[in-house]
C-alpha cells in the first residue's frame, strides 16, 4: 500500500533546533511517523520530551552549542552511541541576526554562518559516513524562501540559506549513488518565535499575510507532512530538491 511508504517505522532520527517551533512539529511528527527521535539543542524541552514519549517512541534530548564546533562534531558519533543508529537527519537549528546591511556586524554574521551553514556541512557529512555503510540515509536541511530571494535587513541569514541550497546540491550529487538522499526544504514565513520581530511589526506582518497567495502564515504543522515524505520510503527518488514550503509565496 502508498501510504505504507510513508511510515519511517524502526528508524532513528535526530533533528537540530528540535525543541521550538519548526523543530518541535518536525519531531513530533517523526515520531508520530514511527520513529525514535533524539534532537539536539542548548536546552530541553519537557512538552516535547512528553509528546514523543506519548507515540510509545524513544527520545533523546542532546545538550549542544552548535557555535562550538567541537560540540558540533561530537554530536553524531554520541547521539549514534546512544541511539544505536541514524537513519535520518533534519538540520534545522539557525539564527537570524537583523540589521541594515550597512551596520551588520561581522560577529553575527560569523555566528550565523557557523550554525546555519557550517554546522550542516559537519553534521551532513558526520551522518553520511555512517548512511554510507548501510547504503541508506535521509538528510534533510531545513533552508528558506530567502534560498531563492534577497530578504531585508538579513545579509548572513540569506546567504547562509543560498549556501545550504548549494551545499543540499552538492552533497546530493556525492551520495545519491550509495542511497543517500540528500534534500532540502524551504519554509515561508511561519508564526513561530524565531519571527516574532516581524510580528510585532504590525505594517510588516500585514504586508506579508497580504503577498502570501494563501492568505495566512504557516504555523509549525504545516511543515509536518514535508518533512515525513522526505524521510520516508516515499520519496526514495528523490534528490537535491528545495522543496518550497510557502503558502504560495515564490509563486507570487
Same mark, same amino acid.
Given at each position: 500500500?502508498?501510504?505504507?511508504?510513508?511510515?519511517?517505522? &524502526?528508524?532513528?532520527? =535526530?533533528?537540530?533546533?528540535?525543541?521550538? #517551533?519548526?523543530?518541535?512539529?518536525? @519531531?513530533?511528527? /517523526? !515520531?508520530?511517523?514511527?520513529?525514535?527521535?533524539?534532537?539536539?539543542?542548548?536546552?530541553?524541552?519537557?512538552?516535547?520530551?512528553?509528546?514523543?514519549?506519548?507515540?510509545?517512541?524513544?527520545?533523546?534530548?542532546?545538550?549542544?552549542?552548535?557555535?562550538?564546533?567541537?560540540?558540533?562534531?561530537?554530536?553524531?558519533?554520541?547521539?549514534?552511541?546512544?541511539?544505536?543508529?541514524?537513519?535520518?537527519?533534519?538540520?534545522?537549528?539557525?539564527?537570524?541576526?537583523?540589521?541594515?546591511?550597512?551596520?551588520?556586524?561581522?560577529?553575527?554574521?560569523?555566528?550565523?554562518?557557523?550554525?546555519?551553514?557550517?554546522?550542516?556541512?559537519?553534521?551532513?557529512? &558526520?551522518?553520511?559516513? =555512517?548512511?554510507?555503510?548501510?547504503?541508506? #540515509?535521509?538528510?534533510?536541511?531545513? @533552508?528558506?524562501? /530567502? !534560498?531563492?530571494?534577497?530578504?531585508?535587513?538579513?545579509?548572513?541569514?540569506?546567504?547562509?540559506?543560498?549556501?545550504?541550497?548549494?551545499?543540499?546540491?552538492?552533497?546530493?550529487?556525492?551520495?545519491?549513488?550509495?542511497?543517500?538522499?540528500?534534500?532540502?526544504?524551504?519554509?515561508?514565513?511561519?508564526?513561530?518565535?524565531?519571527?516574532?520581530?516581524?510580528?510585532?511589526?504590525?505594517?510588516?506582518?500585514?504586508?506579508?499575510?497580504?503577498?502570501?497567495?494563501?492568505?495566512?502564515?504557516?504555523?509549525?504543522?504545516?511543515?509536518?507532512?514535508?518533512?515525513?515524505?522526505?524521510?520516508?520510503?516515499?520519496?526514495?527518488?528523490?534528490?537535491?530538491?528545495?522543496?518550497?514550503?510557502?503558502?504560495?509565496?515564490?509563486?507570487?
Amino acid at each position: 500500500m502508498i501510504l505504507d511508504k510513508f511510515r519511517i517505522d &524502526g528508524k532513528v532520527a =535526530l533533528v537540530t533546533g528540535g525543541t521550538k #517551533g519548526l523543530g518541535g512539529a518536525i @519531531a513530533r511528527a /517523526l !515520531a508520530e511517523a514511527g520513529a525514535d527521535v533524539a534532537v539536539v539543542s542548548r536546552q530541553g524541552d519537557p512538552e516535547i520530551e512528553k509528546a514523543i514519549l506519548a507515540t510509545g517512541k524513544r527520545y533523546l534530548h542532546y545538550p549542544a552549542d552548535l557555535t562550538k564546533r567541537n560540540e558540533t562534531r561530537a554530536v553524531i558519533p554520541a547521539v549514534f552511541e546512544k541511539m544505536g543508529n541514524l537513519d535520518i537527519l533534519v538540520n534545522n537549528a539557525g539564527i537570524c541576526p537583523r540589521a541594515p546591511a550597512l551596520d551588520f556586524s561581522e560577529a553575527d554574521w560569523d555566528a550565523t554562518l557557523e550554525i546555519n551553514l557550517t554546522a550542516n556541512f559537519i553534521l551532513s557529512q &558526520g551522518a553520511a559516513r =555512517l548512511m554510507v555503510k548501510k547504503k541508506q #540515509g535521509k538528510i534533510i536541511t531545513v @533552508a528558506s524562501i /530567502l !534560498a531563492f530571494q534577497g530578504g531585508i535587513n538579513i545579509p548572513a541569514y540569506t546567504a547562509s540559506k543560498h549556501g545550504l541550497a548549494g551545499l543540499t546540491k552538492a552533497f546530493s550529487n556525492a551520495w545519491a549513488s550509495e542511497g543517500i538522499n540528500v534534500n532540502a526544504i524551504a519554509p515561508g514565513y511561519f508564526a513561530t518565535e524565531f519571527t516574532k520581530a516581524l510580528q510585532e511589526d504590525k505594517e510588516r506582518y500585514a504586508f506579508i499575510q497580504k503577498r502570501i497567495p494563501a492568505g495566512r502564515w504557516g504555523i509549525p504543522n504545516d511543515i509536518a507532512g514535508a518533512v515525513v515524505f522526505l524521510a520516508s520510503a516515499a520519496s526514495d527518488f528523490i534528490h537535491g530538491t528545495v522543496l518550497p514550503v510557502d503558502g504560495g509565496w515564490l509563486a507570487w
